[in-house]
């Protein structure tokens, strides 16, 4: 025991000790460092794999909601078209002012017919009494009466024609 007593004494021996034990603490501190290391970097890969996963539902999400504005977009595009084409179509129809004058018209020819003497006088007679009956079918009852029977009104019962050959002078 004296031996050891007698190297404990030795400078170098403590000095040695004492750079044993901060090379132990730091020995110590780097393990324990590595090991928090290792933890942080297993909880880092789990957190990118959760990521990765909530990524890869979003692109999912997205693509399949591009799908169906992309869906959508043709079926407006297709409707617009649609409606385009029906525009035109419609737009070329006769309009209804155009419509009321060919039907007065030709109530008024009709008419004429009928009553042959006299064609200046008599079509302006006729064409007054067309547009007057077409004003008054065109309100009241007989309006109702014309849309829930649509063969019924001015113009559409068939009348006997009777042709009067005028003579000329």
Do not use: C
């Not at 030795?10 to 090379?23: N, Q, S």
């Not at 799908?67 to 179509?89: F, P």
């Not at 030709?106 to 007057?132: D, H, N, Y």
């Amino acid at each position: 025991m004296d031996t050891v007593l007698q190297i404990l004494q030795e400078r170098f021996v403590w000095g040695l000790l004492l750079g044993l034990l901060i090379t132990f603490f730091v020995w110590r501190n780097g393990f324990s460092a590595r090991q928090n290391l290792k933890k942080e970097n297993k909880r880092i890969q789990g957190e990118m794999s959760e990521l990765q996963g909530h990524i890869n539902t979003q692109m999912k999400i997205s693509a399949t909601g591009s799908e169906a504005l992309s869906k959508d977009l043709e079926e407006l595009k297709r409707q617009n078209e649609n409606l385009r084409m029906n525009i035109s179509t419609l737009q070329q129809k006769p309009e209804k002012a155009e419509l009321k004058h060919l039907h007065i018209t030709e109530t008024a020819v009709r008419m004429m017919r009928e009553q042959a003497p006299g064609f200046a006088t008599a079509w302006e007679k006729t064409l007054r009494s067309a547009e007057e009956e077409y004003n008054n079918s065109e309100s009241g009852l007989s309006k109702l009466v014309r849309k829930v029977l649509p063969n019924y009104g001015p113009g559409s019962a068939k009348k006997d024609i009777k042709v009067i050959d005028v003579e000329e002078n």
